[in-house]
């Protein structure tokens, strides 16, 4: 009988791990490839240290992997700037602009920081809606150009629940959205690393979606219960995730470990810039030096008989309204504000843009903010003005960022 040469078969992709931490038995590496195939929470109470870990693990990946950083609290911007990522401020585009700047960036694979701060939770939630669609939505021949992408405060974006009947809809949008970028993820060759403070406040779609965690410091007996059939705790097992200290993780999940390791995270090379700041005394100040510094002689509110019945309800508020001399002015204003929303823009803009005089401008802001309908400040040099949040909730898109 002959001998049976046996072929050998393809080669075994590399591996591609990355250091993130030590365990009593290492150091604990997080493999790309399998956090790619299975998504991954890092989840801690406040304090714990998981958008450090977040900070840690980007700084790690970014040579091997194209990354994309989501930071609805404005916390990374140095950490961007040290992999070279391209900071994108949502305030200043367009939803559907961001889902052509995210199609476009895994074309180029161009690292990007979408920056969500200076954006109320609705539109928060519209803003990263529209860029996680643009990353699904890719083009198959793009589907090759692989990109993790590291998603803080999570439960933002999805929430678990809606704040009331007007958020519902928006809501669903959010989880439907972060859902489908991890459930389509893998074969699209996107990666979602998501940071959330309390697993009860992250939608549990997206939880279900995720396969490696890295679970911190719980206090609260709900989060406690949901860490612990994660991890495959007992009650008892999981009365330890109340005592970890900041940087302690359990790690558990392909991309990290079979079972259970508690890990120590390592120390980072950019600063934290949302860490806990120092605990620091009142100013030494008198009475009359407070008083001084705060003005407020000038911000005093001081009611006016046209302010009396713009505040009336109904159809009353809106004869007042529509009687005014100052509605035309006013309702320009509006239309300006509203052009640049959510944005802000000072009276002496407002002026200038619209031709007229500051006394003017200054009358219709009174008015305006007599019906709710702008934020504004007491008249004075600095005074500024955009429109109400209520209004600013309806609008979905944002065209312009400043008045021309």
């Not at 990355?18 to 790619?36: F, N, S």
């Not at 714990?48 to 900070?55: D, I, L, N, P, V």
């Not at 699209?188 to 779609?205: C, D, E, F, N």
């Not at 007996?221 to 940087?247: C, Q, V």
Request: charged share 25%; proline share 5%; net charge neutral.
């Amino acid at each position: 009988m002959s001998n049976v040469v046996k072929l050998p078969g393809p080669p075994a992709p590399p591996r591609c791990a990355v250091p993130i931490g030590q365990t009593a038995y290492g150091a604990l590496e997080l493999d790309l490839a399998r956090v790619l195939a299975g998504r991954m929470l890092v989840q801690g109470g406040s304090g714990a240290g998981k958008s450090q870990t977040m900070r840690r693990i980007v700084e790690e990946a970014f040579d091997y992997v194209q990354t994309m950083i989501v930071d609805p609290e404005g916390e990374f911007g140095n950490l961007a700037a040290h992999i070279g990522a391209t900071t994108i401020k949502a305030a200043e585009i367009a939803a559907d602009g961001l889902t052509a700047a995210a199609t476009r960036a895994r074309h180029h694979r161009i690292a990007l920081h979408l920056d969500l701060t200076d954006l109320d939770p609705e539109q928060r939630i519209i803003k990263a809606s529209a860029f996680f669609a643009g990353l699904v939505g890719a083009p198959r021949e793009d589907w090759k150009h692989t990109v993790l992408v590291a998603i803080d405060e999570g439960h933002l974006l999805a929430p678990h629940q809606a704040g009331s009947a007007q958020d519902a809809e928006t809501r669903r949008l959010g989880v439907a959205t972060l859902t489908d970028l991890c459930a389509r993820g893998r074969k699209r060759g996107i990666a979602p690393i998501i940071a959330t403070q309390r697993l009860a406040k992250l939608s549990s779609s997206v939880v279900s979606e995720l396969q490696n965690f890295l679970i911190g410091i719980n206090v609260f007996d709900r989060d406690i219960l949901r860490a612990a059939d994660i991890l495959g705790f007992s009650r008892s097992e999981a009365e330890k995730l109340r005592t970890l200290r900041a940087g302690e993780f359990y790690a558990f999940g392909p991309a990290l470990t079979r079972t259970p390791l508690l890990a120590k995270i390592d120390q980072t090379i950019t600063e934290h810039l949302g860490a806990t700041p120092d605990l620091h005394g009142a100013a030494d100040l008198d009475h009359a030096e407070a008083q001084k510094l705060l003005d407020l002689e000038h911000l005093r509110e001081t009611p006016s008989r046209r302010d009396e019945s713009l505040k009336a309800r109904g159809s009353r508020a809106l004869d007042a309204f529509l009687l005014d001399p100052i509605a035309p002015t006013a309702t320009a204003v509006c239309l300006a504000l509203k052009g640049i929303t959510p944005n802000a823009t000072t009276a002496n803009e407002l002026a200038k843009h619209l031709c007229i005089t500051r006394e003017a401008v200054d009358q219709a802001l009174d008015v305006l903010s007599a019906l709710s309908a702008v934020d504004t400040m007491p008249r004075g040099d600095d005074r500024m003005a955009r429109l109400h949040t209520r209004l600013r909730a309806r609008l979905s898109d944002v065209h312009v960022v400043g008045l021309s």
